[in-house]
């Protein structure tokens, strides 16, 4: 259950991560080159808020990544809540998926193109015709997608994308194209663990559907998880007040943006991420023109 990046042709970066062997670093300022960890045990309900403390002790709840296909990633869903304690003593991974770029005719599959059954699924998982079954969606920049747990979904080649997504590191690879390494080995593959994480009934409700006034926060995705807004910023300074008991992420998908909290400031590049401390209750925005998504839980 690794990560894609660990053996084929992609670019991942973890902006802000709290996984066990891959737990981000402080980038600048005073606490520069500390972990996030050391983060949350030194400033607590100060750094996620109190409710998120309550809930997640020193663990961030979150896991935020930029991911650069260059060929097809594996075919994969993630388990539930429930069933990643009992396996894997781990939280489930509902994510979700921001489009930076495309290549022309570039793909996602996300869930099934027909209605499905574990005999029909398991017929073709065996006949190694599993794409058949599967729903392939063209992608543009700015197309957003949410990917519940228990839904097939992978990556096509030539996209460049967020990922929002609970904290977690448990996936279940159910079919990688046939590929193998150099010596001859194909990756592993999780299809026991994987028919009975599958949610059968899901619907077709996955396509992220959202405003994009400029200078607004625009809601994107409200769940249990994490509220994520599309925030076009355009010559424009904006003045934010943090009125969630909840720390703020920022991700730059587009264009350079300057945030100042209290008497620091800070760039945001496109492909770059900021985490604002709970404790801070207000903040500036401003820019020419980026887009950026505001994360908080």
């Not at 499905?116 to 997608?145: C, Q, R, S």
């Not at 299809?191 to 625009?218: C, G, K, P, W």
Request: proline share 2%; with cysteine; aromatic share 10%.
């Amino acid at each position: 259950m690794n990560k894609e990046s660990d053996s084929f042709a992609v670019g991942e970066s973890w902006e802000i991560s709290d996984v066990e062997g891959d737990i981000s670093l402080v980038a600048n300022g005073a606490h520069k080159n500390k972990s996030l960890k050391f983060l949350l045990e030194s400033f607590e309900s100060e750094l996620i808020g109190k409710r998120n403390h309550e809930i997640f002790g020193n663990t961030f709840p979150l896991l935020i990544k930029f991911i650069d296909a260059k060929e097809n990633l594996s075919i994969q869903l993630h388990p539930n809540d429930t069933l990643a304690a009992e396996r894997h003593d781990s939280y489930g991974k509902t994510e979700m998926w921001y489009v930076m770029q495309a290549d022309h005719d570039a793909k996602l599959i996300v869930g099934f193109n027909q209605k499905m059954t574990p005999e029909i699924y398991l017929k073709h998982l065996k006949e190694k015709t599993l794409p058949e079954i599967l729903n392939f969606e063209k992608v543009k920049p700015g197309d957003a997608y949410f990917i519940e747990v228990g839904r097939i979904h992978a990556i096509g080649a030539g996209v460049l994308l967020a990922e929002i997504q609970q904290t977690s590191d448990i996936t279940y690879r159910i079919y990688d194209w046939d590929r193998k390494d150099s010596d001859g080995n194909a990756r592993d593959l999780h299809n026991d663990l994987a028919l009975d994480a599958i949610n059968f009934n899901m619907d077709d409700d996955f396509r992220v559907r959202y405003s994009q006034t400029e200078n607004e926060a625009n809601n994107m995705v409200s769940c249990a998880y994490f509220t994520t807004n599309h925030l076009a910023v355009s010559n424009k300074t904006l003045y934010k007040e943090n009125r969630f008991d909840s720390f703020m992420v920022y991700l730059c998908v587009d264009g350079e943006a300057t945030i100042k909290v209290d008497n620091h400031r800070e760039t945001l590049l496109k492909g770059e991420t900021v985490l604002i401390p709970a404790c801070f209750k207000a903040y500036e925005i401003s820019a020419k023109k980026a887009t950026l998504l505001e994360v908080y839980v």
